[in-house]
């Protein structure tokens, strides 16, 4: 059955500097896939969207890539704050289906 | 219109009794999908609606879960003989499309004891 799995539970990195968070998908090829931000208590916000045909995208200072040969997903924040703390979560679709298939998200903590 | 709004935001509830939990879509939406999420973990899929008709249910949802979304509107979610494993945040989310960003609500908190 097809699998999610973001690499960290938990990332801790310096305000100023660049957050990487991985994304690996087995047992299928999604056609696109999206990451959202949560925030404790709260559902979860839209960030992104990459489809299987493009390699990067970008919005601000988020850049997330795409590689369905290595079936991952980087997501980036570049020049992080401590306001970019919070959970980033990683949804391609179920297979075969519109529903949305999250992994367990990775919890971003910027330090000041 | 404000988004996606669930109701209520918190229900405590003792084992055994039913909940029904309601999420108003943004309007436009004719995609509709319900999740649950615990502690640590990503929201879990549990349904999905495109206008009224419920067109696919998660195979970990048990018969005690029931939705609806009559009209194509706004939607409930039924827990029957609640369990204390279904303590959990309950999301609903919209979309226009299937393959476009859902918006989700605030989410119900319930707490079986």
């Known amino acids: 059955s097809q699998k999610i799995e973001q690499n960290s539970e938990a990332l801790n990195i310096q305000e100023g500097k660049t957050a990487t968070l991985t994304c690996n998908y087995t047992?299928?090829?999604?056609?696109?896939l999206q990451w959202y931000r949560q925030d404790p208590g709260r559902g979860p916000v839209f960030l992104l969207l990459i489809r299987e045909n493009e390699k990067e995208k970008r919005k601000e200072r988020l850049k997330v890539t795409f590689d369905t040969t290595l079936k991952q997903s980087l997501f980036h924040i570049t020049a992080s704050q401590p306001a970019d703390s919070a959970t980033y979560l990683c949804?391609?679709?179920?297979?075969?289906?519109?529903?949305?298939?999250f992994g367990k998200g990775t919890k971003l903590s910027v330090i000041p | 219109d404000t988004g996606v709004s669930q109701n209520p935001r918190h229900k405590i509830t003792k084992r055994g009794q039913n909940v029904t939990f309601r999420c108003d879509p943004i309007?436009?939406?004719?995609?509709l999908y319900w999740y649950r999420q615990t502690l640590g973990q990503g929201p879990e899929f549990l349904t999905y609606?495109?206008?009224?008709?419920?067109?696919?249910k998660s195979r970990l949802l048990s018969d005690r879960f029931s939705a609806e979304r009559p009209k194509g509107s706004f939607s409930t979610l039924e827990i029957q003989r609640t369990e204390q494993g279904d303590s959990a945040m309950y999301l609903c989310?919209?979309?226009?499309?299937?393959?476009?960003?859902?918006?989700f609500g605030q989410g119900t908190r319930l707490t079986v004891v």
């Open positions: 609606f495109q206008n009224e008709a419920q067109l696919e």
């Open positions: 047992n299928y090829s999604p056609a696109y």
């Open positions: 309007s436009e939406h004719n995609r």
């Open positions: 949804a391609p679709p179920g297979a075969g289906s519109y529903q949305l298939t």
């Open positions: 989310a919209s979309s226009f499309y299937g393959n476009t960003e859902a918006f």
